[in-house]
């Protein structure tokens, strides 16, 4: 079945720690995308990602890093710039209609 | 940029009730979809309406997408436990970027 995998699905986090959490799909999906969600709030849009080796800020960009290597991968790392990391993080990707898949999330704690 | 309302932002009702939440663009769009999140869980895609007027039903779940393509409302019928959870709509422009309203989160007891 396709579909998207995130990892872990809880993270904890150390004060000035970077962490990386891992995206990977399987849908052949040129774009992929990085959502945050805090308590009880909607989705904020951290970066995007249209096509490999390309992407691009989001709403809420500061504080995180992406790449974009491999059409299958979109891994989003945590830096300790991100003052404020503790969250719920959805990776999503799309058809090019623009219907979402989103993966299971990850948990993320600061400790 | 474009923004997404969404009202209300929470709804509680007794199970048999009916619900409505209402989506509004700042801008046309070319589509709106909506996406249920259980608690605990992650957005699961609902529908897809692109035609101007457009209305589509699911089971207990009617879509409404406005005659502008500015404005959209799901509502449902006879609410159920297990309607339990967060509704977000989104609307799409050109290309397959969506913009997320803050969605409604729906209660229901039983």
């Known amino acids: 079945d396709g579909g998207i995998t995130q990892s872990p699905k809880y993270l904890f986090r150390k004060e000035g720690q970077n962490v990386t959490l891992s995206c990977e799909q399987n849908?052949?999906?040129?774009?992929m995308y990085w959502y945050r969600q805090d308590p009880g709030q909607g989705l904020r849009l951290i970066y995007y990602?249209?096509?490999?080796?390309?992407?691009q800020k989001g709403d809420i960009a500061e504080g995180y890093s992406v790449s974009r290597e491999k059409k299958e991968s979109f891994p989003l790392t945590v830096t300790s710039a991100q003052k404020n990391p503790t969250a719920f993080y959805l990776c999503?990707?799309?058809?090019?209609?623009?219907?979402?898949?989103f993966g299971s999330g990850t948990r993320l704690t600061v400790v | 940029g474009q923004q997404v309302m969404q009202i209300p932002q929470y709804q509680h009702v007794q199970e048999g009730e009916d619900f409505t939440t209402y989506c509004n663009s700042s801008?046309?769009?070319?589509?709106i979809q909506w996406y249920k999140q259980r608690p605990g869980g992650h957005p699961v895609f609902l529908i897809q309406?692109?035609?101007?007027?457009e209305v589509k039903k699911q089971k207990r779940l009617t879509f409404q997408f406005g005659e502008a393509k500015k404005n959209s409302s799901l509502h449902i019928t006879a609410t159920q436990t297990t309607d339990v959870g967060t509704y977000f709509c989104?609307?799409?422009?050109?290309?397959?970027?969506?913009?997320f309203g803050g969605g409604t989160r729906l209660m229901v007891k039983p």
């Open positions: 999503a990707s799309s058809t090019p209609l623009g219907r979402y898949t």
């Open positions: 849908l052949n999906h040129d774009a």
């Open positions: 990602s249209q096509i490999v080796n390309d992407f």
């Open positions: 801008t046309t769009l070319s589509n």
């Open positions: 309406l692109v035609k101007s007027g």
């Open positions: 989104a609307g799409g422009n050109a290309g397959n970027m969506l913009t």
